[in-house]
Every structure is written in C-alpha cells, then in structure tokens.
C-alpha cells in the first residue's frame, strides 16, 4: 500500500466498536456454532444417528437449516 504524505495507514483493519463486539459478535459465534453442529450431524453414520433417536431423513433437513433458523 502506498502512502501519501497525509493520513497514512499501515493496516486495513478497523476497530471493533463496543457495542458490535457485546451485540453481534456473539450473534456471529451462535451462527457459526449451530452451522458447525448441523455439519456435524449429517455426517453422522446411521448407527450413530440410531443411538441418538434420528432417522437420516431428519438429521439431513435438519442439517439443510439455515444457520439462522434456530427453530
């Protein structure tokens, strides 16, 4: 990145506001984590879905959720 003689900036990063890091972040960490948990299911084997009561057929709608839906 080239600087000029004013306002040079060595990093592209901003500043996480306050209010972003209590408010959306961890919005942010729950969608990743529930993303991760219905990978994880839908690549459960059958035996294993078996022992915890799902059928293959629920664990993929389940899995094919949006990482929004927390329903």
Same mark, same amino acid.
């Given at each position: 990145? #080239? +600087? &000029?003689?004013?306002? +040079?900036?060595? !990093? @592209?990063? $901003? @500043?996480? !506001?306050?209010? =972003? /890091? *209590?408010?959306?972040?961890?919005?942010?960490?729950? =969608? $990743?984590? /529930?993303?991760? !948990? /219905?990978? %994880? $299911?839908?690549?459960?084997? %059958?035996?294993?879905?078996?022992?915890? &009561?799902?059928? /293959?057929? #629920?664990?993929?709608?389940?899995?094919?959720? @949006?990482? =929004? %839906? *927390?329903?």
């Amino acid at each position: 990145m #080239a +600087c &000029g003689s004013t306002n +040079c900036t060595t !990093s @592209p990063v $901003l @500043p996480i !506001s306050r209010a =972003w /890091r *209590r408010h959306r972040l961890p919005l942010l960490l729950r =969608w $990743l984590q /529930r993303a991760r !948990s /219905r990978a %994880d $299911l839908a690549a459960l084997e %059958d035996h294993m879905l078996k022992d915890i &009561g799902l059928t /293959r057929e #629920a664990a993929q709608r389940e899995a094919r959720r @949006p990482f =929004w %839906d *927390r329903h």
